[in-house]
T-cell receptor, first 115, second 112 residues
Framework: ETGVTQTPRHLVMGMTNKKSLKCEQH?????MYWYKQSAKKPLELMFV???????ENNSVPSRFSPECPNSSHLFLHLHTLQPEDSALYLC??????????????FGPGTRLTVL | QKEVEQNSGPLSVPEGAIASLNCTYS??????FFWYRQYSGKSPELIMF????GDKEDGRFTAQLNKASQYVSLLIRDSQPSDSATYLC????????????FGKGTLLTVNP
């Protein structure tokens, strides 16, 4: 595996379900991100982790719960979601949080549909 | 509220022409500027970034930055149908070394 991988690629869930999205980066980076991409809206930053420590929670509802067990893995735990949470969820990684020149590399995303 | 504005398009150009994609940003302290390409149903892919005023060239792509005018552009020379995608402009503001603010993107269509 190379780059940033995400599973599952597609997910359909009911509002009462609990599910988790998984992200893994194979780039040796120290920072990982969760973004939400909805139709007709810019990408929205949700969470940022650096070396397993959360450094940003961008006013995300508590029904989204991130977890970063190590610098290569990132999870997004989902529970009691709403239909408006249907979107493409993108994971990204970057070498660090300290350089403005660091690039962010995106995974393929999970297309989430909440019924 | 830091904003990044892009013309949503669609921008339609014939094959072989130059496509010009534009982006303006509101935070005068912004440090670095990124262009991503996103094919339909796929994730964003970094094309190039720029942080100094002037032009930066990489193959058929040229990024242009004018900090005084708070304007960044991407030129695609010899456009190909495979360049048809949404192009996202993203800006790192002066207050953060990692937080990217994205525009909504410009849809480019290159007609054979």
């Amino acid at each position: 595996e190379t780059g940033v991988t995400q599973t599952p690629r597609h997910l359909v869930m009911g509002m009462t379900n609990k599910k988790s999205l998984k992200c893994e980066q194979h780039l040796g980076h120290n920072a990982m991100y969760w973004y939400k991409q909805s139709a007709k809206k810019p990408l929205e930053l949700m969470f940022v982790y650096s070396l397993e420590e959360r450094v940003e929670n961008n006013s995300v509802p508590s029904r989204f719960s991130p977890e970063c067990p190590n610098s290569s893995h990132l999870f997004l735990h989902l529970h009691t979601l709403q239909p408006e949470d249907s979107a493409l969820y993108l994971c990204a990684s970057s070498p660090s949080l300290t350089s403005p020149l660091d690039e962010q590399f995106f995974g393929p995303g999970t297309r989430l549909t909440v019924l | 509220q830091k904003e990044v504005e892009q013309n949503s398009g669609p921008l339609s150009v014939p094959e072989g022409a130059i496509a010009s994609l534009n982006c303006t940003y509101s935070d005068r302290g912004s440090q670095s500027f990124f262009w991503y390409r996103q094919y339909s149903g796929k994730s964003p892919e970094l094309i190039m970034f720029i942080y100094s005023n002037g032009d930066k060239e990489d193959g058929r792509f040229t990024a242009q930055l004018n900090k005084a005018s708070q304007y960044v552009s991407l030129l695609i020379r010899d456009s190909q149908p495979s360049d048809s995608a949404t192009y996202l402009c993203a800006v790192k503001s002066g207050g953060s070394n990692y937080k990217l603010t994205f525009g909504k993107g410009t849809l480019l269509t290159v007609n054979p």
